[in-house]
Structures are given as structure tokens and as C-alpha cells.
Nanobody, 124 residues
Framework: QLQASGGGLVQPGGSLRLSCAAP??????????TGWFRQAPGKEREFVAA?????RYGDSVKGRFTIFRDSAKNEVSLQMNSLGPEDTAVYYC????????????????????WGQGTQVTVSS
């Protein structure tokens, strides 16, 4: 139900914007919780950012990434700036029909819907 897009190859210091979309009538990113997680090879899944009635960011991306809704398109986007090799991973968007409080947004167990992932590679 969720489709992640926008990944690619970018040089260190560059920017990318990821989008998480849902077909109309399936999941409303305008109303519910949407989050981004990432997983690098050989590493645990890591919380990146999420939005419900508030937003929350993982410590490693604070100040560099911004999550926001595009209500007209029923999408949630993740603007990623100042990318470094440590940001290389498969990025997954996830959703829940519950508007969780900020403290719960980083828990992957709270999410019921997951996209297929989009690869982000930061390399020169």
C-alpha cells in the first residue's frame, strides 16, 4: 500500500528527496502516522523520521533531514541534506492508522504498513 521512491546515487554533501505515496482510498498520509526507517548492509534497522501530529527524528539525522506532508498528493516526503556515506542504506516508509504520540514514533512495531524500500547510496 505504500510506495517509496526517490532514492539514487549522490555525492557526499549532496541532497535527495524521498517520497512515500499511497493510492487514494488505501492509506491517508494526511491523517495518520507515516515514518521512515533505513537499513544498511549488516546493520540493524534504524529509525530515521516520522510524522503524525508531531514529528520526530533519529539522532543521526537531526538538523539534516526534514519530513513533511504533501497533502495534495497524499505523500510524505523526506528531504535529506548534507548526506554522508553513513546515510547509505535502503530506506523504507511505513504507516499506521493510529496517530501516535511523539515518544512512540520511533518504534517499528507501531507500524502496520511498509513500502518496498528505495536504495540511497552516498559515494564519490
Amino acid at each position: 500500500q505504500l510506495q517509496a521512491s526517490g532514492g539514487g546515487l549522490v555525492q557526499p554533501g549532496g541532497s535527495l528527496r524521498l517520497s512515500c505515496a499511497a493510492p487514494e482510498g488505501t492509506f491517508s498520509v494526511r491523517r495518520y502516522t507515516t515514518g521512515w526507517f533505513r537499513q544498511a548492509p549488516g546493520k540493524e534497522r534504524e529509525f530515521v523520521a516520522a510524522i503524525s501530529r508531531s514529528t520526530r527524528y533519529g539522532d543521526s539525522v537531526k538538523g539534516r533531514f526534514t519530513i513533511f506532508r504533501d497533502s495534495a498528493k497524499n505523500e510524505v516526503s523526506l528531504q535529506m541534506n548534507s548526506l554522508g556515506p553513513e546515510d547509505t542504506a535502503v530506506y523504507y516508509c511505513a504507516g499506521s492508522r493510529i496517530n501516535y504520540v511523539r515518544s512512540a514514533l520511533n518504534d517499528p512495531q507501531k507500524y502496520d504498513y511498509w513500502g518496498q524500500g528505495t536504495q540511497v547510496t552516498v559515494s564519490s
